[in-house]
């Protein structure tokens, strides 16, 4: 099946500093990725999402100067989370989904702010 | 708004036992029904889907059942394995004008001791 690869898979940072997680669609293009949050034993909390070319579209609530989204390409998404604070620690997975409309996962990426 | 709710976990059974993890929803339209399943450590994975009413969705011996009078899209298998252990996400497809946005329920874990 399709592969969607996460990095980094784990990354520790000082709070203030400001962290980049991309996710790549290995073996397809996908023209829309989605970016998630998830606090631990909770679901998955819908960021934004990522098209290719444009914008992202932001879900309520979510700062749009905190955590930066760039669709460059067919195949990579990156999320930056600026000036990080612990509160910020979470694991953020991130989507993309297929040309037929099916979606795949990548493997998340667990942020720790110190 | 559209939402899914599933059952509070954690869920721990013996090897061999039935499973149930009890699903349903709310929405405006026909959403399509989804089961994700998420191993430790790893990114979530398609189970298994079902796109219209009494569609069953089935895949390594789960099933689950599109209920639209009942609004529900229960999991079941017959014989639960240690390797079985993980969270499972109910979620809804929500049609939008270009892409679907999925919606996920607060999952499910389960854990299986031989």
């Known amino acids: 099946g399709a592969v969607v690869s996460q990095h980094p898979s784990w990354v520790i940072c000082k709070s203030g500093t400001s962290v980049k997680i991309e996710c790549r669609s290995l073996d397809f293009q996908a023209t829309t990725m989605f970016w998630y949050r998830q606090f631990p034993k909770q679901s998955l909390m819908l960021m934004a999402t990522?098209?290719?070319?444009?914008?992202?579209?932001?879900e309520q609530g979510v700062e749009k100067d905190k955590f930066l989204i760039n669709h460059a390409s067919l195949t990579l998404s990156t999320l930056t989370v600026t000036s990080a604070h612990p509160e910020d620690s979470s694991f953020y997975i991130c989507?993309?989904?297929?040309?037929?409309?099916?979606?795949?996962f990548g493997e998340g990426s667990r942020l720790t702010v110190l | 708004g559209n939402s899914v709710t599933q059952m509070e976990g954690p869920v721990t059974l013996s090897e061999e036992a039935f499973l149930t993890i009890n699903c349903t929803y709310t929405a405006t339209g026909y959403p399509s029904l989804f089961w994700y399943v998420q191993y430790p450590g790893e990114g979530l994975q398609l189970l298994l889907k079902?796109?219209?009413?009494?569609d069953k969705g089935s895949n390594k011996g789960f099933e689950a059942t599109y209920r639209k009078e009942t609004t529900s899209f229960h999991l079941e298998k017959g014989s639960v394995q240690v390797s079985d252990s993980a969270v499972y996400f109910c979620a809804l497809s929500q049609p939008g004008t270009s892409y679907d946005k999925v919606i996920f329920g607060p999952g499910t874990s389960l854990s299986v001791i031989p």
């Open positions: 079902a796109t219209k009413a009494d």
């Open positions: 989507s993309a989904l297929t040309f037929t409309g099916e979606l795949f």
């Open positions: 990522s098209n290719e070319g444009s914008k992202a579209t932001y």
